[in-house]
Nanobody, 126 residues
Framework: QVQLVESGGKLVQTGGSLRLSCAAS????????LGWFRQAPGKEREFVAA????????RYADSVKGRFTISRDNAKNTVYLQMNSLEPEDTAVYYC???????????????????WGQGTQVTVSS
């Protein structure tokens, strides 16, 4: 049974930084893509970033390119999302997700992911 546990969300000021963590367990993720999504109140869940666990291929949403960095620690089975230059528009619940995504073009699709964490709240004050 796959478990994804996010942590690191909190209240920060505009321009600040945060690092989110996603501890993954329950299977071998070597053929999987691990992704970060976010959902603000009243909005649909949207793609943030994703990486292929063993291949290392990475994709970012245009809205976070240059500000956010996704990375992984194989030894800890953990995926990170380093978020810099945070803006109030980044306020949302951030979710970690895992799925056997084959095509790079599908990295940003919610339907590509089978397993989801419980989410961690990020609030950016203006």
């Amino acid at each position: 049974q796959v478990q994804l546990v996010e942590s690191g969300g909190k209240l920060v000021q505009t321009g600040g930084s945060l690092r989110l963590s996603c501890a993954a367990s329950g299977r071998t993720f070597s053929t999987y893509v691990l992704g970060w999504f976010r959902q603000a109140p009243g909005k649909e869940r949207e793609f943030v970033a994703a990486l292929h666990w063993s291949g290392g291929r990475i994709r970012y949403a245009d809205s976070v390119k240059g500000r956010f960095t996704i990375s992984r620690d194989n030894a800890k089975n953990t995926v990170y999302l380093q978020m810099n230059s945070l803006e109030p528009e980044d306020t949302a619940v951030y979710y970690c997700a895992a799925g056997p995504v084959v095509r790079y073009s599908d990295y940003d699709a919610v339907r590509s992911y089978n397993d989801w964490g419980q989410g961690t709240q990020v609030t950016v004050s203006s």
